[in-house]
């Protein structure tokens, strides 16, 4: 394990200034719908030129770190969440804050995206080089059927019916389809209209369906937004500790599992939250308080998510694939700082890696206190705020997150346009996540698919190419097991001496 003194170059008054700037901006920038980590990094990554390569390095990883905790805020308080790796932690903090317990959700979050962190940087610190050996075993067809088991999951956790969650699923993937194909980039669906030769924009897709329908319901009910049934108690930080502690092989698991997705390069906290809530809901002894405001699933998600931070920096320092977009635009920070990444990056500049990596210790650390007084008043403000002022800032945020993705006035059309085919979806009972998740997981599945068929077509084999390799094998096998949970405890349900 490395040496004390990394730890002390960590904890210099300026570096430790440096984490807290950067924990405070990101949780900021994620909290706000459509303003994705990546975008709080790329952002604010000039400011870390002049710095010393360390101290750079600490402020994007405090910055990662908070922009990915930020986006619990507006999925709990909103409904929206801020980040894509957030969409999983709608399903039961929003039905928290609805019965008025938005300040205990939050407080939740805060100390599930801590656990999270800390496990993901405990894996980068000890190892780094095992897991990105991991995994360089994935190739195309792996990606393939990891996306399908997403997609899998994503669908048998939908709302009411599995045949209306496949179909959602069904129908981001055909939204995926617009645009130029990820390989060979052949023009399908896009008729006359030129602005969609890109394809519908993830970002510009997950505003829509998750903002647009939410700011319909506000204007046609009188209803306030959120019930306020008690005081807030503040931060109900003890409450929230006997919880987490209650379910702390929950919080180690699901971190496990977000650090593991994470070192995959492309899978991301979408993924990771998803396996990790799928997971947590199988193994609970009541499956079905799921998805009406269970703690549990909040303390899932979250972990996990803030675990690919760490996870994702394996692939990225070890062998210079990021494994995540933000770990892309850090990358590029990396190269411009004059730090090759490989192999021989531990070796020949240690001092730095080993630097930041206590140095995102230490911010993830901050995060407690930090996201416990930011999400405080958070609660309070999102519920003291009139329906009158709250439904034309929350538009507005949607406008300006839309747009700044590429300074692009037609994503803002696509944004408006998905909303309204969202929220009418959700009239006859179709949810928003199996949609986004379709449109995310999507690409990832035709590039994979197209990319190992041509390998195997050039093996003289194309359709065993996807059924022989033993790491294929075994994500079919969870995916089939995904597919048939439902169904299975359905009939366990129907056997039970209750409702005989």
Same mark, same amino acid.
């Given at each position: 394990?490395p040496?004390?003194?990394? %730890?002390? *170059?960590? =904890?210099?008054?300026?570096?430790?200034?440096?984490?807290?700037? &950067?924990?405070? $901006? +990101?949780?900021?920038? #994620?909290?706000?719908?459509?303003?994705?980590?990546?975008?709080?990094?790329?952002?604010?990554?000039?400011?870390?030129?002049?710095?010393?390569?360390?101290?750079?390095?600490?402020?994007?990883?405090?910055?990662?770190?908070?922009?990915?905790?930020?986006?619990?805020?507006?999925?709990?308080?909103?409904?929206?969440?801020?980040?894509?790796?957030?969409?999983?932690?709608?399903?039961?903090?929003?039905?928290?804050?609805?019965?008025?317990?938005?300040?205990?959700?939050?407080?939740?979050?805060?100390?599930?995206?801590?656990?999270?962190?800390?496990?993901?940087?405990?894996?980068?610190?000890?190892?780094?080089?095992?897991?990105?050996?991991?995994?360089?075993?994935?190739?195309?067809?792996?990606?393939?059927?990891?996306?399908?088991?997403?997609?899998? %999951?994503? *669908?048998? =956790?939908?709302?009411?019916?599995?045949?209306?969650?496949?179909i &959602?699923?069904? $129908? +981001?993937?055909?939204? #995926?389809?617009?645009?130029?194909?990820?390989?060979?980039?052949?023009?399908?669906?896009?008729?006359d209209f030129?602005?969609?030769?890109?394809?519908?924009?993830?970002?510009?897709?997950?505003?829509?369906?998750?903002?647009?329908?939410?700011?319909?319901?506000?204007?046609?009910?009188?209803?306030?937004?959120?019930?306020?049934?008690?005081?807030v108690?503040?931060?109900?930080?003890?409450?929230?500790?006997?919880?987490?502690?209650?379910?702390?092989f929950?919080?180690?698991?699901?971190?496990?599992?977000?650090t593991?997705?994470?070192?995959?390069?492309?899978?991301?906290?979408?993924?990771?939250?998803?396996?990790?809530?799928?997971?947590?809901?199988?193994?609970?002894?009541?499956?079905?308080?799921?998805?009406?405001g269970?703690?549990?699933?909040? %303390?899932?998600?979250?972990?996990?998510?803030?675990?690919?931070?760490?996870?994702?920096?394996?692939?990225?320092?070890?062998?210079?694939?990021?494994?995540?977009?933000?770990?892309?635009?850090?990358?590029?920070?990396?190269?411009?700082?004059?730090?090759?990444?490989?192999?021989?990056l531990?070796?020949?500049?240690?001092?730095?890696?080993?630097t930041?990596?206590?140095g995102?210790?230490?911010?993830?650390?901050?995060?407690?206190?930090?996201?416990?007084?930011?999400?405080?008043?958070?609660?309070?403000?999102?519920?003291?705020?009139?329906?009158?002022?709250?439904?034309?800032?929350?538009?507005?945020?949607?406008?300006?997150?839309?747009?700044?993705?590429n300074n692009?006035?037609?994503?803002?059309?696509?944004?408006?346009?998905?909303?309204?085919?969202?929220?009418?979806a959700?009239?006859?009972?179709?949810?928003?996540?199996?949609?986004?998740?379709?449109?995310?997981?999507?690409?990832?599945?035709e590039?994979?698919?197209?990319?190992?068929?041509l390998?195997?077509?050039?093996?003289?084999?194309?359709?065993?190419?996807?059924?022989?390799?033993?790491?294929s094998?075994?994500?079919?096998?969870?995916?089939?097991?995904?597919?048939?949970?439902?169904?299975?405890?359905?009939?366990?349900?129907?056997?039970?001496?209750?409702?005989?």
């Open positions: 394990m040496g004390i003194e990394f %730890l002390l *170059a960590a =904890l210099t008054p300026y570096n430790i200034m440096l984490a807290v700037a &950067g924990v405070v $901006a +990101g949780t900021m920038i #994620g909290a706000l719908p459509g303003l994705t980590a990546t975008m709080a990094i790329a952002v604010l990554i000039p400011f870390t030129f002049g710095m010393p390569p360390a101290s750079g390095l600490i402020a994007l990883g405090a910055i990662y770190t908070g922009a990915i905790y930020g986006g619990a805020y507006s999925a709990i308080l909103l409904n929206t969440p801020g980040t894509p790796s957030a969409i999983a932690t709608t399903f039961d903090g929003y039905p928290m804050a609805k019965r008025g317990d938005g300040d205990l959700a939050v407080t939740l979050a805060c100390i599930a995206s801590v656990m999270g962190g800390l496990v993901g940087a405990a894996f980068l610190l000890m190892l780094a080089p095992p897991l990105a050996r991991f995994a360089l075993a994935f190739g195309p067809v792996e990606y393939f059927w990891l996306a399908v088991f997403g997609l899998s %999951l994503i *669908a048998s =956790l939908s709302e009411g019916s599995l045949l209306k969650g496949l &959602g699923g069904a $129908a +981001g993937l055909l939204l #995926g389809t617009v645009g130029l194909a990820e390989v060979g980039g052949d023009i399908r669906y896009v008729g030129n602005a969609l030769l890109g394809g519908f924009d993830v970002i510009a897709a997950l505003i829509g369906l998750y903002c647009v329908p939410v700011l319909i319901d506000l204007v046609a009910t009188p209803d306030p937004h959120l019930k306020l049934t008690h005081q108690a503040g931060f109900r930080l003890r409450e929230a500790a006997s919880i987490a502690w209650r379910s702390r929950n919080l180690i698991r699901s971190s496990v599992i977000g593991l997705v994470g070192i995959l390069p492309g899978a991301g906290g979408s993924i990771a939250s998803l396996v990790s809530y799928s997971e947590a809901r199988r193994v609970a002894k009541d499956p079905k308080r799921f998805g009406t269970e703690p549990d699933g909040i %303390l899932a998600t979250e972990s996990a998510n803030n675990a690919t931070v760490g996870g994702g920096f394996i692939p990225t320092l070890v062998l210079g694939i990021p494994g995540t977009p933000a770990d892309a635009v850090i990358l590029g920070a990396l190269l411009v700082q004059g730090i090759r990444t490989g192999p021989t531990f070796l020949q500049q240690g001092q730095i890696v080993y930041f990596i206590y995102l210790f230490i911010a993830t650390v901050l995060m407690l206190p930090i996201g416990l007084v930011i999400g405080r008043y958070a609660f309070k403000s999102i519920v003291s705020i009139p329906k009158a002022m709250l439904v034309p800032s929350v538009a507005m945020l949607t406008i300006l997150g839309s747009y700044a993705v692009n006035v037609e994503q803002v059309q696509q944004m408006v346009m998905i909303g309204i085919f969202g929220w009418i959700a009239r006859f009972g179709f949810t928003a996540s199996p949609i986004v998740l379709g449109l995310i997981l999507g690409t990832i599945a590039s994979g698919f197209v990319q190992g068929y390998i195997g077509n050039a093996r003289g084999q194309p359709i065993s190419e996807f059924f022989t390799r033993p790491i094998i075994g994500i079919i096998a969870f995916t089939l097991l995904g597919l048939a949970y439902p169904l299975i405890t359905a009939r366990k349900h129907k056997r039970s001496p209750s409702n005989e």
